[in-house]
C-alpha cells in the first residue's frame, strides 16, 4: 500500500514540474532613434510635428500606435488629412476611423492619436516617419517640457521630451534699396549735311561738311536702363524738332515711313534684353517724334523689375527742296525713372 502512493506522489511532482517548462514569452522592446522635429516651440502656438522612430520588433497588421502629448499641447481638430506616415520611404495613406486594407485608421482625441495599421505588417527595424503638418497643426502646451509617450497594443514603445518656452521666434527684418541704372552711350550724334534725294540717318561722329555720311539706317547711340522697382521703369525724352533760328524740320507725329524729298524728322528704337520694351510710336518700322521742349514723352519701359534692357537709338531726317538753308540743331533729354 505505502508503495503505491509513494508512486502517485512521484507523478505528481513530475506533472508539476513539467508546468512550469513552458515557452517563455516575448517582451516590447524600446523604440529607437525617437525624435520629434517641431516647427515651433513658443509656447500656446501652432505648429507642425515631424515624428520618427524605429520599431525593433516590427509591427504586425492590425495594431495601435498611441500617440500621447502632455502640458497642455492640444490635437484639437487635426484630422487624417492632416497627417502624412511613411514606413522608411514608402508613403502609408491614413483615413479617419478604422483602417481600411493596407490603410491606417486614425482616431484623434486630444491629446491623444491613434493609429491602427492595416493589413500590411512592418518590418522589424523599419523607421516610421509621422508628419502633422497640413491646415490643421498642433497646439504647444505651456512653458515647460512636454513629453511625448509612443504606445499601444504594438510591442514596442518609448518617450521624449520636447522644451516648450515663452517665445521662440526671433523677428528678423533687412531693407532692399531701390535701384536704378541708366547710361547712354554718346552725348553728340550728327547727321552731315541734308540731302533732297535721300535719307540721312545720324552717327556718333561728327563727319565734318559732307552730305549724308551714314544712308542707311544705323544706330546713332544707346541707352541701358534697369532697376528693382517693383513695377520697373520708364524711360522719357524731351526737345524739339532740328531747328534753325524761326526754320525747323516738321517732326513725325505717328510712326512713318522714310519719304526722300519731304520735310521729316523722327527715331524709331529697338531693344533687347531685360524686361524693358519700346513704347509706341516708336517701336515699328517708321519713325516718330512727339516731344517738345516743354514736355517729355515716354520711349521705353518696364513693367516689373528688370535686368538691363539696352536700347538702340536710331535718327532720321529728311528735307524738301524748298527747307530753307541754316545749321539746324537740338538738345533732347533723356531721363529714367523709376517706377517704386
Same mark, same amino acid.
Given at each position: 500500500?505505502?508503495?503505491?502512493?509513494?508512486?502517485?506522489?512521484?507523478?505528481?511532482?513530475?506533472?508539476?514540474?513539467?508546468?512550469?517548462?513552458?515557452?517563455?514569452?516575448?517582451?516590447?522592446?524600446?523604440?529607437?532613434?525617437?525624435?520629434?522635429?517641431?516647427?515651433?516651440?513658443?509656447?500656446?502656438?501652432?505648429?507642425?510635428?515631424?515624428?520618427?522612430?524605429?520599431?525593433?520588433?516590427?509591427?504586425?497588421?492590425?495594431?495601435?500606435?498611441?500617440?500621447?502629448?502632455?502640458?497642455?499641447?492640444?490635437?484639437?481638430?487635426?484630422?487624417?488629412?492632416?497627417?502624412?506616415?511613411? !514606413?522608411?520611404?514608402?508613403?502609408?495613406?491614413?483615413?479617419?476611423?478604422?483602417?481600411?486594407?493596407?490603410?491606417?485608421?486614425?482616431?484623434?482625441?486630444?491629446?491623444?492619436?491613434?493609429?491602427?495599421?492595416?493589413?500590411?505588417?512592418?518590418?522589424?527595424?523599419?523607421?516610421?516617419?509621422?508628419?502633422?503638418?497640413?491646415?490643421?497643426?498642433?497646439?504647444?502646451?505651456?512653458?515647460?517640457?512636454?513629453?511625448?509617450?509612443?504606445?499601444?497594443?504594438?510591442?514596442?514603445?518609448?518617450?521624449?521630451?520636447?522644451?516648450?518656452?515663452?517665445?521662440?521666434?526671433?523677428?528678423?527684418?533687412?531693407?532692399?534699396?531701390?535701384?536704378?541704372?541708366?547710361?547712354?552711350?554718346?552725348?553728340?550724334?550728327?547727321?552731315?549735311?541734308?540731302?533732297?534725294?535721300?535719307?540721312?540717318?545720324?552717327?556718333?561722329? !561728327?563727319?565734318?561738311?559732307?552730305?549724308?555720311?551714314?544712308?542707311?539706317?544705323?544706330?546713332?547711340?544707346?541707352?541701358?536702363?534697369?532697376?528693382?522697382?517693383?513695377?520697373?521703369?520708364?524711360?522719357?525724352?524731351?526737345? !524739339?524738332?532740328?531747328?534753325?533760328?524761326?526754320?525747323?524740320?516738321?517732326?513725325?507725329?505717328?510712326?512713318?515711313?522714310?519719304?526722300?524729298?519731304?520735310?521729316?524728322?523722327?527715331?524709331?528704337?529697338?531693344?533687347?534684353?531685360?524686361?524693358?520694351?519700346?513704347?509706341?510710336?516708336?517701336?515699328?518700322?517708321?519713325?516718330?517724334?512727339?516731344?517738345?521742349?516743354?514736355?517729355?514723352?515716354?520711349?521705353?519701359?518696364?513693367?516689373?523689375?528688370?535686368?538691363?534692357?539696352?536700347?538702340?537709338?536710331?535718327?532720321?531726317?529728311?528735307?524738301?527742296?524748298?527747307?530753307?538753308?541754316?545749321?539746324?540743331?537740338?538738345?533732347?533729354?533723356?531721363?529714367?525713372?523709376?517706377?517704386?
Amino acid at each position: 500500500m505505502r508503495k503505491y502512493i509513494s508512486a502517485i506522489l512521484v507523478v505528481g511532482m513530475i506533472l508539476i514540474n513539467v508546468g512550469f517548462m513552458s515557452p517563455e514569452k516575448a517582451f516590447a522592446a524600446s523604440l529607437t532613434s525617437v525624435s520629434d522635429t517641431v516647427t515651433n516651440l513658443t509656447a500656446s502656438a501652432t505648429a507642425g510635428h515631424t515624428i520618427k522612430f524605429t520599431t525593433p520588433t516590427g509591427i504586425p497588421s492590425g495594431k495601435t500606435i498611441i500617440l500621447t502629448f502632455n502640458n497642455s499641447t492640444a490635437t484639437t481638430g487635426v484630422t487624417a488629412s492632416d497627417v502624412t506616415v511613411l !514606413d522608411n520611404v514608402a508613403p502609408i495613406t491614413v483615413n479617419a476611423g478604422a483602417p481600411t486594407t493596407t490603410n491606417w485608421g486614425f482616431v484623434n482625441a486630444s491629446p491623444v492619436i491613434t493609429f491602427t495599421t492595416g493589413t500590411g505588417a512592418i518590418a522589424a527595424g523599419h523607421t516610421i516617419t509621422i508628419t502633422f503638418n497640413g491646415t490643421n497643426k498642433i497646439t504647444n502646451g505651456v512653458v515647460g517640457t512636454t513629453t511625448l509617450a509612443i504606445s499601444g497594443t504594438m510591442a514596442d514603445s518609448g518617450v521624449l521630451s520636447m522644451a516648450i518656452i515663452s517665445n521662440g521666434v526671433v523677428a528678423v527684418s533687412a531693407s532692399v534699396l531701390g535701384s536704378i541704372s541708366f547710361t547712354v552711350s554718346s552725348n553728340s550724334i550728327y547727321f552731315g549735311n541734308l540731302r533732297t534725294g535721300g535719307p540721312c540717318f545720324a552717327q556718333n561722329t !561728327d563727319p565734318g561738311n559732307v552730305t549724308c555720311p551714314t544712308v542707311a539706317e544705323a544706330e546713332a547711340f544707346n541707352m541701358v536702363a534697369g532697376t528693382n522697382a517693383p513695377t520697373g521703369y520708364t524711360v522719357s525724352v524731351q526737345g !524739339d524738332t532740328l531747328t534753325s533760328g524761326a526754320n525747323s524740320i516738321a517732326a513725325l507725329a505717328t510712326n512713318t515711313a522714310s519719304t526722300p524729298g519731304t520735310a521729316q524728322f523722327g527715331l524709331r528704337m529697338t531693344a533687347t534684353g531685360g524686361s524693358g520694351v519700346v513704347s509706341a510710336p516708336y517701336a515699328a518700322a517708321g519713325y516718330a517724334y512727339t516731344g517738345t521742349t516743354s514736355t517729355a514723352v515716354p520711349v521705353a519701359s518696364a513693367t516689373v523689375p528688370s535686368a538691363n534692357t539696352t536700347y538702340s537709338v536710331r535718327y532720321l531726317a529728311n528735307i524738301a527742296a524748298l527747307t530753307p538753308a541754316g545749321s539746324y540743331t537740338t538738345a533732347h533729354t533723356y531721363v529714367a525713372t523709376g517706377n517704386f
